[in-house]
């Protein structure tokens, strides 16, 4: 069965940097986009990037261009997200989630448990 | 970036019960809604896709319509493990949107 595990969450100052991972198994990792999703204390969520099964191509929510990047390693079954510059407003539980569909990029189905960043000083 | 307005905000109901929560978007498209449910402390989960195609697994109570802008899911009768918060994504462009989520709570 899908399992997607997210992991790299803690607390960190403004300005400073964090490395999400999410480790995926039970399908086949390299046929699908992967995606980060986050939702604030107490908030909705906030769709934050998406990356293509190949990693060709990467799309971002506005309020993290230019400061968050989302990668892969296929030899790895693992996702990353790499948060600069971060400021309070990302202080949030992160979640990873698989596309729905193969080699192609549509929603996610299948959802990490989450792991929570905390930017405060 | 596409608006995605969620109505009701909250709702209460009772067991049985048939409910529906709207979701408005600020343009457009075809069929690319989606709709998740999520519990305290847990990951969202995927009910429908392409607007109107249920998720593996989902119970048939749930079902979803729409296209353009205006966009329902339906709960034909609320059983007491439906009691959650629901979520519409809209997947037509980048960057996707959510709603701003519906609280279903018992009556």
């Known amino acids: 069965q899908v399992q997607l595990v997210d992991s790299g969450g803690g607390v960190v100052q403004p300005g400073r940097s964090r490395r999400l991972s999410c480790a995926a198994s039970g399908f086949t990792f390299s046929s699908h986009g992967m995606h980060w999703v986050r939702q604030a204390p107490g908030k909705g969520l906030e769709w934050v990037a998406v990356?293509?099964?190949?990693?060709?191509?990467?799309y971002y929510a506005d309020s993290v261009k230019g400061r968050f990047t989302i990668s892969r390693d296929n030899s790895k079954n693992t996702l990353y997200l790499q948060m600069n510059s971060l400021r309070p407003e990302d202080t949030a539980v992160y979640y990873c989630?698989?596309?729905?569909?193969?080699?192609?990029?549509?929603?996610?189905?299948?959802w990490g448990q989450g792991t929570l960043v905390t930017v405060s000083s | 970036a596409i608006q995605m307005t969620q109505s009701p905000s909250s709702l209460s109901a009772s067991v049985g019960d048939r409910v529906t929560i709207t979701c408005r978007a600020s343009q457009g498209f075809r069929d690319d809604l989606n709709w998740f449910q999520q519990k305290p402390g847990k990951a969202p989960k995927l009910l429908i896709y392409a607007a109107s195609t249920l998720q593996k697994g989902v119970p048939s109570r749930f079902s979803g319509s729409g296209s353009g802008t205006d966009f329902t899911l339906t709960i034909s009768s609320l059983q007491p493990e439906d009691f959650a918060t629901y979520y519409c994504l809209q997947d037509y462009t980048y960057p996707y949107t959510f709603g701003q989520g519906t609280k279903l709570e018992i009556k």
């Open positions: 990356i293509s099964y190949d990693g060709s191509a990467e």
């Open positions: 989630a698989k596309d729905r569909s193969l080699k192609g990029l549509g929603e996610p189905d299948y």
